[in-house]
């Protein structure tokens, strides 16, 4: 049984990893290519890392046959560590919207589909601090840990990024440093759209300003 949120003064808020706080497609580029060369497969690297969020796995389908996707995907996950963590940076804004939450003396989580100890390796290298890191949680399914935590606001870049904050009670914040427009965004019900995280504090300051920055109710 979950002992429930760490208690805190301040807003709760959950941030994506891969688009959101960070640049993956560099990275998962290389990465693409390593496994492309082991499979003999000529993947469209350009094509795959134009709307990067989605399962890994759904990537790969159409590219290797069925019943490889899955050891593909795991072989992808361990070329991923020698390819894809010191290309990768942060995304402008990044560590000032972290900050921007401590600041107001909340708590921050990374909540994010990918393969959890690649993800730390990205927080490691970029010193990127979060209270909490839940990995391999895709869209609805990263309400569970939201709403453990008492997420009052996930902040995303992907359009199962709403839904994942929608189905925790949290607001939905959006930017546009990943494959979706701002008008899917808005047709998927986000709440807030921010060109990116440099926007983020002071989005924040006003937030809690209106009383609007603690815990989901």
């Known amino acids: 049984m979950s002992a429930g949120p760490t208690p805190t003064t301040g807003p709760v808020v959950g941030f994506d990893l891969d688009m959101t706080l960070i640049d993956t497609v560099p990275g998962f580029a290389d990465v693409l290519r390593a496994l492309g060369r082991e499979?003999?497969?000529?993947?469209?690297?350009?094509?795959m890392t134009e709307r990067l969020g989605p399962p890994l796995e759904h990537l790969?389908?159409?590219?290797?046959?069925?019943?490889?996707?899955?050891?593909?995907?795991?072989?992808?996950?361990?070329?991923?560590?020698?390819?894809?963590?010191?290309?990768?940076?942060?995304?402008?804004?990044?560590h000032a919207a972290l900050?921007?939450?401590?600041?107001?003396?909340?708590?921050?989580?990374?909540?994010?589909?990918k393969f959890t100890p690649n993800a730390r390796l990205h927080l490691d290298h970029l010193d990127l601090r979060a209270d909490r890191l839940e990995g391999w949680v895709w869209g609805v399914g990263k309400s569970e840990v939201l709403r453990e935590e008492g997420a009052g606001v996930y902040v995303g870049d992907h359009v199962h990024d709403v839904e994942g904050a929608h189905a925790a009670d949290a607001l939905s914040v959006s930017v546009l440093t990943g494959g979706c427009t701002r008008s899917e965004l808005l047709d998927a019900g986000t709440d807030v759209v921010?060109?990116?995280?440099?926007?983020?504090?002071?989005?924040?300051?006003?937030?809690?300003?209106?009383?609007?920055?603690?815990?989901?109710?």
């Open 60 to 94: 790969l389908a159409g590219h290797v046959p069925e019943e490889q996707i899955g050891p593909a995907g795991d072989r992808f996950r361990a070329l991923y560590p020698d390819h894809a963590i010191t290309s990768v940076p942060a995304l402008p804004g990044a």
């Open 99 to 113: 900050d921007a939450v401590r600041g107001h003396g909340g708590r921050v989580l990374v909540v994010t589909g």
């Open 194 to 217: 921010l060109e990116s995280l440099l926007e983020f504090p002071d989005w924040l300051d006003d937030h809690v300003r209106d009383g609007l920055g603690g815990l989901a109710g």
């Open 39 to 47: 499979l003999d497969v000529d993947f469209p690297v350009e094509q």
